[in-house]
């Protein structure tokens, strides 16, 4: 993150001396009129376009205003002020305890104080006050997530559904399965088959960590020359037949070409399974959450989720599964539900706005079910 650190020099040498090394120490780049350099512009030119390129503009304030720009009639201090406003940067200001200040510093100071309302500054005394202030700030600044825009798809995508990947594992049993995947949308480039036997070992562990699989959970983890996959499957796992089960089929794999799919079995009973749209949101963004770490190098990507298959899958409380005595029966049609491709995200907006992809997806398959008669 860059920190433009803006002031004038007279009366605040120590400060300005001392802050840059603060700055770089807690991970940032700090941008000061000292260390620009010669540069084919002016001084002003200089320092109004480090505030143009900043993340986060630092104001300190002391006794004196500067001098004044004969255009404008404005110091250096207040212009670089005025363009982190209207940026709409993120300004934290500091202002040294016990000054007297000019009459010029007095009437910015005034000014600062009601921006927008209403400005608050921190009051130092001493680096060590300037030093805390400025490490709580730049650490409690967070920055904004990027806006959740979509696009129509710019070419046609492949989704890799989990059936038609013929060496990953199948469950034995005839259960409803939700998968999601997240595909690059630009051309990237393609990971060597030779280290996706790592990635799948990756992906067991990460998976582990974050609790989606248990610790003492056997896993098939394994790749082929397009896949690496992380998977829990009991082939032996079996429930009464009035109960409600979970089955334990499970995994994460991605695909050379960046491609990203997370899936887990929903829960059912002896009539198969129920879903409503607040609960394939909550299971959509857990899914998608574990795939975040591994998102492709593209700008732009899209989604994808299924439910396979679905032909015991009807819209109702999740909630009730175990304890109905009614519901919807059809063993053998082994149909999917998909809501394939539709729009385009950038990719940086996937995990900011993971609740609003997921609300999206989780939508579509309950219009498609719906439309189905469910």
């Given amino acids: 993150m860059k920190v433009f650190i803006s002031s004038v020099r007279r009366g605040l040498e120590a400060e300005r001396d001392y802050l840059p090394d603060l700055v770089r120490a807690l991970g940032h780049q700090p941008l000061r009129f000292e260390d620009f350099g010669a540069q084919d512009l002016t001084s002003r030119g200089a320092c109004l376009g480090g505030v143009q390129e900043a993340d986060v503009y630092l104001l300190l304030l002391g ?62 005394a001493d680096n060590a006050e300037l030093g805390v202030a400025v490490t709580k700030a730049l650490q409690g600044h967070r920055e904004p997530a990027p806006p959740f825009a979509q696009q129509s798809l710019s070419r046609a995508v492949e989704v890799p559904w989990r059936r038609e990947q ?36 990756r992906l067991a562990t990460d998976a582990r960590q974050q609790g989606f699989f248990g610790h003492g959970d056997a896993l098939d983890i394994n790749a082929d020359t397009d896949n690496a996959w992380a998977i829990r499957n009991d082939p032996n796992h079996r429930s009464g037949w009035n109960e409600a089960s979970t089955d334990p089929f499970a995994g994460v794999y991605t695909r050379r070409d960046g491609t990203l799919s997370a899936f887990q079995a929903l829960p059912r009973d002896m009539l198969g399974s129920l879903v409503n749209e607040a609960d394939l949101i909550q299971r959509l963004t857990v899914l998608l959450r574990h795939l975040t770490p591994y998102l492709p190098e593209a700008a732009s990507i899209t989604t994808a989720a299924a439910i396979d298959p679905a032909d015991t899958v009807v819209v109702g409380d999740p909630q009730t599964v175990g304890n109905r005595n009614s519901g919807h029966m059809g063993f053998g049609r082994d149909s999917a539900l998909r809501a394939g491709p539709a729009d385009q995200i950038a990719t940086t907006s996937l995990a900011p706005h993971l609740h609003e992809v997921a609300r999206d997806l989780a939508a579509r398959l309950i219009h498609a079910l719906r439309s189905n008669g469910r």
């Avoid at 993120?90 to 010029?104: E, H, M, N």
């Avoid at 199948?170 to 259960?175: E, L, S």
Wanted: hydrophobic share 35%; aromatic share 10%.
């Fill in 63 to 124: 006794p004196t205003y500067g001098g004044e720009m004969d255009d404008s009639r404005l110091s250096a201090t207040e212009e670089e002020f005025n363009t982190a406003a209207g940026r709409g940067l993120p300004i934290y200001v500091f202002k040294k305890r016990d000054i007297t200040p000019d009459s010029a510093q007095e009437a910015f100071l005034s000014r600062v104080g009601n921006y927008q309302e209403g400005r608050f500054w921190t009051e130092f």
């Fill in 166 to 201: 013929a060496t990953l594992p199948q469950p034995r049993d005839h259960i409803a399965v939700l998968e999601v995947h997240v595909v690059p949308i630009e051309q990237t480039i393609l990971r060597p088959v030779a280290t996706l036997g790592d990635l799948a070992t």
